[in-house]
Nanobody, 129 residues
Framework: QVQLAESGGGLVQAGGSLRLSCAASGPTLSGYFMAWFRQASGKEREFVAGISSDGGRTYYIDPVKGRFTISRDNDSNDKNMVYVQMNNLKPEDTAVYYC???????????????????WGQGTQVTVSS
């Protein structure tokens, strides 16, 4: 399984922006569906955005559409990277954000946390009002 590590979280005011990064090590990310999940305090982990293995298709939950952009860099010369650019952040975006990966994920299963075999440790995003 690929190892994942997130970075880029922090404290930001409402309306601000953050860019989260997910660095993969181990096997190449080639062939992996990649996703960002988040978990707010006291709530279940939820799918936020996903990107196909070739980067050609992206998927978002409705609350972040138009504000978040997921992208990936499959450069095999160095670490493989996945990003999520988060603009116009809102207090309800406050959560721990996780990067996830798996080869077997499909469009129908991408929102299911149990479908992913690789997870990062998470990075805290706090949006103040």
């Amino acid at each position: 399984q690929v190892q994942l590590a997130e970075s880029g979280g922090g404290l930001v005011q409402a309306g601000g922006s953050l860019r989260l990064s997910c660095a993969a090590s181990g096997p190449t990310l080639s062939g992996y569906f990649m996703a960002w999940f988040r978990q707010a305090s006291g709530k279940e982990r939820e799918f936020v955005a996903g990107i196909s293995s070739d980067g050609g298709r992206t998927y978002y939950i409705d609350p972040v559409k138009g504000r978040f952009t997921i992208s990936r860099d499959n450069d095999s010369n160095d670490k493989n990277m996945v990003y999520v650019q988060m603009n116009n952040l809102k207090p309800e975006d406050t959560a721990v954000y996780y990067c996830a990966a798996d080869r077997k994920v499909t469009v129908r299963t991408m929102v299911d946390v149990d479908e992913y075999g690789s997870w990062g440790q998470g990075t805290q995003v706090t949006v103040s009002s």
